[in-house]
């Protein structure tokens, strides 16, 4: 223990006791699985970060060991731990100069954003030292002021390669790949059988899966486009399942932006129409409707339906408003008289 405890210190690490854990300390060779805890704080005791709060809920940290974390100072750490400890590292500037990336990929996942939402297409090393909004001022002020920070850490569990399922995070490039064709499947499983809210997620993880890929291609590029071929259908079907939730203003959001790269797509026209439709937008809804029929005319009993119904409800919606306005101005009769009079007698 003394010695590791040198050897930190020699690389700018003072790790302090706080509860120790059980057994031996465990073999981590890479591709083992670490599950702990973490409350992150400057060295004046200020709170960053905390696993068991952040987004209003409890969840832990996870690791793949030797997959290249961003903080690299986490897996050096973690195993000098036994299961069960809680200690407390005092890490060097040199260690936390990428920890606002790091900390606001990990608030992105706790409010349920895409992990890399608001970080630009560059190295982490490059971010730092753009003036660019991580989009949490004390996020902000750490980017353009490194300082020491304080990680108090319990080690929950150490699972050995092999024993565990891997996260998509922690997957190589290749491994994500090869795993969007099965997320698909899935999702059209569950569509299926009627579970709407889980197959969304899914096609979510699997657009989320290409976008993190599309990401480290130039937009336009062969690849690029090969990765956007591959996520429209994932998003198409994610607006179906938008559509069915009652999530239109998302709906018309998504399918706006396909349209604009892809003009011809003929399902990106129509689920938008019956997003306009559903937000009575009426103009919009006629207009994509009509360019449904002029893509593909063999859709014309079915725009003709979608018609109907959306000329029957705005009928329905007219005679409600006709009924409840109704009278609105015309004054019961010998009440204004008797008001009237009720007002002369106080005046007088």
Not at 148 to 175: H, N, R
Not at 185 to 194: A, H, I, M, P, S
Not at 218 to 239: F, S
Request: charged residues 30%; neutral net charge; glycine residues 6%.
């Amino acid at each position: 223990m003394e010695e590791e405890a040198r050897k930190l210190l020699e690389e700018g690490i003072r790790k302090k006791l706080v509860s120790p854990g059980k057994g031996e300390l465990p073999t981590f060779a890479n591709g083992t699985k670490v599950v702990f805890h973490y409350r992150t704080s400057l060295c004046d005791g200020k709170a960053l970060d905390d696993s068991r709060t952040m987004g209003g809920r409890s969840k832990p940290m996870e690791l793949i060991l030797g997959k290249k974390f961003k903080l690299a100072v986490w897996e050096r750490v973690v195993t000098t731990m036994r299961q069960g400890e809680i200690s407390e590292f005092t890490c060097d500037t040199k260690h936390t100069t990428l920890y606002p990336l790091v900390s606001q990929s990990l608030r992105n996942i706790s409010a349920g954003k895409d992990p890399l939402e608001g970080q630009r297409h560059c190295c982490g090393i490059a971010q730092i030292h753009s003036h660019h909004s991580l989009g949490h001022r004390d996020l902000d002020e750490l980017q353009a002021r490194p300082k020491p920070l304080v990680f108090t850490i319990e080690l929950l569990e150490v699972l050995p390669p092999g024993s565990f399922q891997l996260d998509v995070w922690a997957m190589t490039d290749k491994e994500k790949l090869e795993l969007v064709p099965q997320i698909h499947e899935e999702g059209n499983t569950l569509f299926k059988q009627g579970q709407i809210k889980e197959a969304s997620e899914k096609y979510y993880n699997g657009i989320a899966c290409l976008k993190n890929l599309q990401m480290k291609e130039h937009p336009g590029d062969e690849a690029w486009l090969k990765l956007d071929h591959m996520i429209t259908p994932l998003l198409l079907n994610y607006c179906q399942c938008m559509l069915l939730q009652g999530q239109y203003y998302e709906v018309i959001e998504h399918c706006s932006s396909l349209i604009f790269k892809y003009e011809d797509n003929v399902k990106a026209f129509y689920k938008r129409a019956k997003a306009h439709a559903a937000v009575w937008n009426e103009h919009e809804a006629r207009a994509d409707f009509a360019k449904v029929l002029e893509l593909d005319p063999s859709l014309e009993q079915s725009v003709a339906k979608e018609l109907r119904v959306m000329e029957e409800r705005i009928r329905t919606k007219e005679k409600e408003e006709k009924n409840r306005y109704k009278g609105l101005f015309n004054t019961p009769p010998n009440i204004s008289n008797k008001g009237s009079s009720a007002a002369i007698k106080q005046n007088v």
